[in-house]
């Protein structure tokens, strides 16, 4: 009988090496993560890979999550260098990255370094240890990008007042993309575009929208344009801002807007359907009825796709309201305490899919309506937000009352489901002045100056959020 052929012991431990390199070269050479997971969490976006690829000069990131560190923090280290990976994937050698410990100097030393990256803008954070004893020991959970000697910070750890350490690990690690795409659009950015706030109809004042401000400050050059100027807006505007009107729009101010849309215009709107106020529950009753603004903006958003329902969303997943328990002999409230206020919200992200809610995390509203979608042809329509599913609605004329805190929650009545309140319209809009123009108006529009008047528009888009005080200050 012939004996059966044998590869010697050294030849196969031989043989698995050899196979466990190739497969690390190869690894290195072609890395490619993928996303197994039902809503594509872990998939860029196609306007980061549209970025990415046209980055054509060398940018940096230096990323201070190297050291000893608890599970949650290196499972937030090892996805930004798998994200920085995936970078890489479609930007080539140019992104680089290196992970760097700031306590890996000498202890005379550190003080200095952490004065400097606190300088270049890292938010420094305590890690608390209670192996032998209680320490603490600083540590910087962010990056700094550097591109042509600048260099810009992002903040990789998404801390939440109130939230747990997994949470805020798992929402850190989903907004990985958007805070690395964003610094790296800031640093390519070579010309600011224009953003201009509109005025005129009683929208929020500039020291009510400054946190906004500043944040898109570095991005954009940000304008106010008077809706009463005797002249069309401007198409050098890149987006147009509508921060909760409160006066209603005339024909003329609405044609202007429709032009801007149909030249190609982005438009923003964060409109209050109804007028509610907190405030307005200070009185004897400790209650209000809250009434349509009437803006006179509904056929103009209809023609493009919403409608803003008179309504207002109660919700059991909600932000508290401070109430005050005691009082001292001068009238003065000397204590608070948070009692949950279904009037405001915590609004949830709508379609994973699309650039601007995915990954997207919990949003605080104020006194919400809904939205309806209408069929028109040629847009496209993505639900951006919602209420959560525990939620209620309560129709015009709807009367708010602050004694809805002390009373029993009935759960039975909070059953309406996730109700839309944030969409976004793309695509060739149709003008809302089409064949229905008066003869008045059109006498007024002659006047205007550099008027090119459209019926359909260019490919554009706009976003309508029906809470108007989602982009004020807190």
């Given at each position: 009988?012939?004996?059966?052929?044998?590869?010697?012991?050294f030849?196969?431990?031989?043989?698995?090496?050899?196979?466990?390199?190739?497969?690390?070269?190869?690894?290195?050479?072609?890395?490619?993560?993928?996303?197994?997971?039902?809503?594509?969490?872990?998939?860029?976006?196609?306007?980061?890979?549209?970025?990415?690829?046209e980055?054509?000069?060398?940018?940096?990131f230096?990323?201070?999550?190297?050291?000893?560190?608890?599970?949650?923090?290196?499972?937030?280290?090892?996805?930004?260098?798998?994200?920085?990976?995936?970078?890489?994937?479609?930007?080539?050698?140019?992104?680089?990255?290196?992970?760097?410990?700031?306590?890996?100097?000498?202890?005379?030393?550190?003080?200095?370094v952490?004065?400097?990256?606190?300088?270049?803008?890292l938010?420094?954070?305590?890690?608390?240890?209670?192996?032998?004893?209680?320490?603490?020991?600083?540590?910087?959970?962010?990056?700094?990008s550097?591109?042509?000697?600048?260099e810009?910070?992002?903040?990789?750890?998404?801390?939440?007042?109130?939230t747990?350490?997994?949470?805020?690990?798992?929402?850190s690690?989903?907004?990985?993309?958007?805070k690395?795409?964003?610094?790296?659009?800031?640093?390519?950015?070579?010309?600011?575009?224009?953003?201009?706030?509109?005025?005129?109809?009683?929208?929020?004042?500039?020291?009510?929208?400054?946190g906004?401000?500043?944040?898109?400050?570095?991005?954009?050059?940000?304008?106010?344009?008077?809706?009463?100027?005797?002249d069309?807006?401007p198409?050098?505007?890149?987006l147009?801002?509508v921060?909760k009107?409160?006066?209603?729009?005339?024909?003329?101010?609405k044609?202007?807007?429709?032009?801007?849309?149909?030249?190609?215009?982005?438009?923003?709107?964060?409109?209050?359907?109804?007028?509610?106020?907190?405030?307005s529950?200070?009185?004897?009753?400790?209650a209000?009825?809250?009434?349509?603004?009437?803006?006179?903006?509904?056929?103009l958003?209809?023609?493009?796709?919403?409608?803003?329902?008179?309504?207002?969303?109660?919700?059991?997943?909600?932000?508290?309201?401070?109430?005050?328990?005691s009082?001292?002999?001068?009238?003065?409230?000397?204590?608070?305490?948070?009692?949950?206020?279904?009037?405001y919200?915590?609004l949830?992200?709508?379609?994973?899919?699309?650039?601007?809610?995915?990954?997207?995390?919990?949003?605080?509203?104020?006194?919400?309506?809904?939205?309806?979608t209408?069929?028109t042809?040629?847009i496209?329509?993505?639900?951006?937000?919602?209420?959560?599913?525990?939620?209620?609605?309560?129709?015009?004329?709807?009367?708010?009352?602050?004694?809805?805190?002390?009373?029993?929650?009935?759960?039975?009545?909070?059953?309406?489901?996730?109700?839309?309140?944030?969409?976004?319209l793309?695509?060739?809009?149709?003008?809302?002045?089409?064949?229905r123009?008066?003869?008045?108006?059109?006498?007024?529009?002659?006047?205007?100056?550099?008027?090119?008047?459209?019926?359909?528009?260019l490919p554009?888009?706009?976003?309508?959020?029906?809470d108007?005080?989602?982009?004020?200050?807190?």
């Amino acid at each position: 009988m012939a004996k059966a052929n044998k590869i010697p012991a050294f030849i196969q431990v031989l043989l698995a090496i050899v196979l466990v390199v190739a497969l690390n070269f190869l690894a290195s050479n072609f890395f490619q993560r993928f996303d197994l997971t039902k809503e594509g969490r872990f998939s860029l976006t196609d306007s980061t890979k549209q970025l990415l690829e046209e980055i054509d000069e060398p940018i940096t990131f230096k990323v201070y999550l190297e050291g000893e560190f608890p599970a949650g923090m290196k499972r937030l280290r090892d996805a930004t260098r798998d994200m920085l990976e995936e970078f890489r994937s479609y930007a080539g050698n140019n992104i680089q990255y290196e992970f760097i410990d700031p306590l890996d100097v000498e202890d005379e030393d550190k003080q200095a370094v952490f004065e400097q990256l606190i300088k270049k803008g890292l938010r420094p954070e305590r890690l608390i240890e209670q192996k032998e004893g209680y320490s603490e020991k600083m540590f910087f959970p962010g990056a700094l990008s550097i591109f042509r000697g600048r260099e810009l910070p992002v903040d990789l750890l998404e801390e939440q007042l109130g939230t747990d350490p997994l949470t805020v690990i798992n929402n850190s690690i989903g907004l990985l993309e958007f805070k690395l795409a964003n610094v790296l659009q800031k640093a390519l950015l070579n010309q600011r575009q224009q953003i201009a706030f509109t005025t005129g109809n009683g929208e929020l004042a500039p020291q009510l929208v400054e946190g906004i401000a500043s944040e898109m400050g570095p991005y954009f050059e940000m304008v106010r344009y008077n809706m009463d100027n005797a002249d069309i807006i401007p198409k050098k505007y890149d987006l147009l801002v509508v921060a909760k009107p409160t006066i209603p729009f005339t024909e003329l101010q609405k044609f202007k807007i429709d032009q801007y849309v149909m030249n190609g215009g982005k438009i923003l709107w964060m409109i209050d359907q109804m007028g509610a106020e907190l405030d307005s529950l200070r009185n004897a009753e400790s209650a209000f009825m809250a009434l349509p603004r009437n803006l006179n903006l509904e056929d103009l958003l209809f023609k493009y796709g919403v409608r803003i329902n008179d309504n207002l969303i109660q919700d059991r997943s909600c932000n508290p309201i401070p109430i005050p328990t005691s009082i001292d002999a001068a009238g003065n409230a000397t204590q608070f305490r948070p009692f949950e206020w279904f009037y405001y919200p915590i609004l949830m992200p709508g379609d994973q899919e699309h650039p601007i809610s995915k990954n997207l995390g919990p949003v605080s509203g104020e006194f919400v309506s809904t939205i309806d979608t209408i069929r028109t042809e040629n847009i496209k329509k993505n639900i951006l937000l919602t209420s959560s599913p525990n939620s209620k609605l309560q129709h015009h004329p709807v009367r708010v009352d602050l004694n809805i805190i002390r009373q029993k929650i009935n759960p039975e009545l909070f059953k309406k489901g996730r109700q839309p309140v944030a969409v976004s319209l793309e695509g060739t809009f149709e003008s809302v002045f089409k064949n229905r123009l008066a003869f008045e108006t059109i006498q007024v529009i002659d006047s205007l100056e550099r008027v090119e008047r459209r019926e359909e528009s260019l490919p554009t888009k706009m976003v309508v959020v029906a809470d108007g005080d989602i982009i004020k200050n807190e």
